[in-house]
């Protein structure tokens, strides 16, 4: 099989999670790290055993040693490093938010078609067979008509680190656009739809929203909700339900045990039922499809709609939190 060799751009903390599963994905090579510092940079390849190191950017794009790159920068960057990348002729798997608003992202997506590279965003439980269960139970009709998802993700800081870039909105911070993003990526392929209306209710630190509770009414009755923020204690579940029975995930953006991934069917009458979805840890399974993606052709791939649906929903419950307003879609 043809190795993807792959660059990542900057020395995140998220990039400590990914690089090591860069490493055991097949179809996958870690060529190099780069960041805007070479001396960090030659510190996270000695700790991830990574071959090469740059000390801009730039270089990695100028690299023709490199086929795709992993950017795991600030939403804000990332319109300007996948354009430049893709220009390039390189692949790009960029972490989520796409971007900071649904304008970018259409860019960035119009962009990557336009030079025929393959692009992917870094929700990862998407590429897990759990992803893939959870979305056959839903449609299979097992649950009746589904009438409602609901979705939570948060986490809590002891202090507000008002440097970290969830804390800026120059740098697309706040908890719709770092851990609403999932919720909304979950409503939207449970319910395989696009809302027509939603509304969203917010609370601000520094200009970002640091919790936010949202509903989204879809086409035929149904309905979604979804709970963000950074002030409770680390929460990621789903629910889907419908007139005879709900699928519940508890821990759908990551399995609580990862040799464990897992979801239950519950009746009416207080039975359920556990399924149990084995497979390799998420990460990997994001980077293997990415190859895949890369190895067929496949640039113009449904999960593209997918992220930019979701970018157009983040902005419009943003608005209407900001407004304190319902918005029509
Ligand atoms: N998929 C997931 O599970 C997951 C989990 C966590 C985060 N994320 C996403 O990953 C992205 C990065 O998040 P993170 O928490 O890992 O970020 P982070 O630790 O703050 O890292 C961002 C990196 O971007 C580079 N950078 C370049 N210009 C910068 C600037 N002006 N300010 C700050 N950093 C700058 C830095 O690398 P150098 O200095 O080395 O160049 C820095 O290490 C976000 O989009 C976030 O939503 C995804």
């Not at 009709?141 to 870039?165: C, H, K, S």
């Not at 697309?172 to 969203?200: E, T």
């Not at 897992?262 to 499809?289: A, Y």
């Amino acid at each position: 099989m043809t190795e993807t060799r792959i660059a990542v751009l900057g020395t995140a903390r998220i990039a400590r999670t990914v690089a090591p599963h860069i490493h055991k994905a097949d179809g996958a090579q870690l060529v190099g790290i780069a960041s805007r510092d070479q001396s960090r940079a030659e510190a996270f390849a000695q700790e991830f055993n990574i071959p090469r190191t740059w000390g801009s950017y730039e270089e990695v794009i100028a690299d023709d040693n490199v086929d795709a790159v992993y950017i795991p920068l600030p939403p804000s960057m990332h319109r300007e490093w996948t354009e430049r990348a893709a220009a390039a002729g390189k692949h790009v798997l960029c972490e989520k938010p796409v971007s900071a608003n649904p304008g970018d992202t259409a860019a960035i997506l119009d962009c990557c078609r336009a030079n025929d590279v393959v692009f992917l965003d870094g929700v990862m439980w998407y590429h897990t067979p759990r992803a893939a269960e959870m979305l056959q139970v839903a449609s299979s009709g097992q649950l009746g008509e589904i009438r409602q998802v609901n979705a939570v993700f948060t986490f809590r800081w002891d202090t507000w680190p008002m440097e970290d870039l969830r804390m800026q909105r120059s740098m697309g911070g706040g908890s719709l656009l770092d851990l609403g993003w999932y919720c909304v990526g979950a409503a939207l392929m449970l319910l395989d739809d696009m809302p027509i209306r939603v509304s969203a209710w917010g609370q601000y630190i520094n200009d970002v929203d640091t919790r936010m509770n949202a509903h989204m009414w879809f086409p035929g009755d149904r309905m979604a909700t979804i709970e963000c923020g950074f002030d409770t204690l680390r929460r990621r579940w789903v629910e889907v339900a419908g007139t005879k029975e709900s699928l519940v995930c508890d821990d759908f953006t990551r399995p609580w045990k990862e040799d464990r991934p897992r979801f239950w069917i519950h009746d009416s009458d207080g039975v359920s039922t556990e399924h149990l979805c084995p497979t390799k840890p998420q990460e990997q399974c994001m980077v293997e499809e990415f190859c895949r993606l890369i190895r067929s052709g496949e640039t113009d791939h449904p999960l593209l709609q997918r992220s930019l649906n979701t970018q157009i929903v983040c902005d419009a419950l943003d608005r209407s939190a900001r407004s304190e307003q319902p918005v029509e879609l």
